[in-house]
């Protein structure tokens, strides 16, 4: 079984859009987890941390689901430029060897 | 707001030369990473370095590979005997602290051609 699992998409959504990602992963031990946006042949770029709690950020709001173990990243009113690739990453306690998901491929269009 | 630099932005070489990669991490961070991502493919963890050694390696980093940080700004990686499988994105990326919680800031990385 993958250790960070994504479905890989592409989502392909209309400009103003809720849209919503799933990501699991297989580590029971997992403490740590981020959302990361990867756009075409660049650099993953931090989107935000998952908390136990939620959180919310503008129109991105991430969930945590530690029973079922996987975590979720909502857009709200999606806009052209968040089409990107959306990457999960997952790192175990005590450890710093992040675990990172193929990724979610999400298009915006007009 | 301060980035993680890397260069070459694309290195070509020859299979079984050597390759050194650069980078330079924010300047107040701590701890340092290297990662690969072959095109298509997932981004893979290569190793951690912190207060001048090695903290964690993954499998992938094997003998062939080595890091450095020569001074108080570069951060290198180096690969003794390219392989065609060698041919990857390879990124840079600084934190702070070393927490597991803590978020990593890329560089936009080197393109490695192994020809």
């Known amino acids: 079984r993958k250790e960070v699992e994504q479905d890989p998409g592409p989502f392909n959504v209309p400009e103003g859009a809720t849209v919503a990602f799933n990501c699991t992963y297989s580590?029971?031990?997992?403490?740590?987890f981020f959302w990361y946006r990867q756009d075409c042949r660049k650099e993953p770029k931090l989107l935000m941390s998952v908390y136990s709690s939620g959180n919310e950020d503008g129109r991105f709001t991430a969930q945590l689901n530690r029973a079922s173990q996987y975590i979720s990243l909502l857009i709200r009113d999606s806009k052209l430029s968040d089409s990107a690739t959306y990457l999960c990453?997952?790192?175990?306690?005590?450890?710093?060897?992040?675990?990172f998901g193929r990724g979610t491929s999400l298009i915006v269009h007009p | 707001e301060p980035e993680v630099t890397q260069t070459p932005s694309h290195q070509v070489t020859q299979m079984g030369q050597e390759v050194i990669l650069r980078c330079v991490p924010i300047?107040?961070?701590?701890?340092f990473y290297w990662y690969r991502q072959i095109l298509g493919q997932k981004v893979e963890f290569l190793v951690s370095f912190y207060n001048n050694e090695i903290s964690e390696k993954s499998e992938i980093f094997d003998d062939q590979f080595s890091v450095e940080r020569p001074d108080g700004s570069n951060f290198t990686l180096k690969i003794r005997s390219t392989k065609l499988e060698d041919s990857a994105m390879y990124f840079c990326a600084s934190s702070l602290d070393r927490g597991y919680r803590q978020p990593q800031h890329f560089g936009d990385g080197t393109r490695l051609s192994i020809l």
């Open positions: 580590n029971s031990a997992s403490q740590s």
């Open positions: 300047s107040n961070h701590l701890y």
């Open positions: 990453v997952v790192s175990q306690g005590g450890s710093y060897i992040p675990t």
